[in-house]
């Protein structure tokens, strides 16, 4: 057995019928994740759902989300390849639907499809920055989101604030595999907003959610830095 294929198929015998009547958190989780990792495509008479990612419980979660928006079988491939894995869902009425949905509305529609698409996006693209920790004054304690579009952090800025949470976006350089390119992050400080988060979007990621906790467990109230 080649340990770099790990191939999970079903077939699906059910029409899927799409709708936006009541948006859900999981809905909101696939869009997140597809527009920082992900991608839909098109071959042929085919439609294809991709999530390339590090963490197989990313891939875990985003296909119990997809389960959940679509709870008829469908046809999926798990692949390892090094260090990444990659989640291929092929369903052409599924990737459509998925592609048809306008992110420029999820601010307003807001709720639990609001924080699932938070949610997903942060996993995607977010981290959680600490330094210095032996020393709580002077200690860096924070969850940023990457993003070379400044516009669409700005959009994320605006989620964020309808659940109390504040956020400042600055310019970077390098991030991730590209050291050199002009970045946007967004950061999210202080113990108040950093304990919203986690209480209302989190992270799926097991080892990002393990280090939120820990940034919180250090937090002295009387600080709240």
Known sequence: MNKNLITLRSKWNKPFIPSMTSPSFELGYLLGAIYGDGSISYSGRGGQIVLTVR????????FSCAKKVYPYYISYNIIRLGKFYTIQISNLKYAN????IDISTIKEIG???MNGFLKGIFDAEGSVISSYLENPRKSIKKI???QKDKS?????????????ISSKINRTIGSGFKKYEIYHVLSIYTYNNINIFNKYIGFAIKRKQKKLELILSLFQPYFNC
């Open 111 to 113: 709720g639990g499809f």
């Open 144 to 146: 940023c989101l990457y």
């Open 97 to 100: 639907f998925l592609d048809s």
């Open 152 to 164: 669409f952090l700005e959009e994320v800025s605006l989620m964020l604030n309808k659940l109390n």
């Open 55 to 62: 963490d197989k419980d990313f891939t875990d979660y985003f």
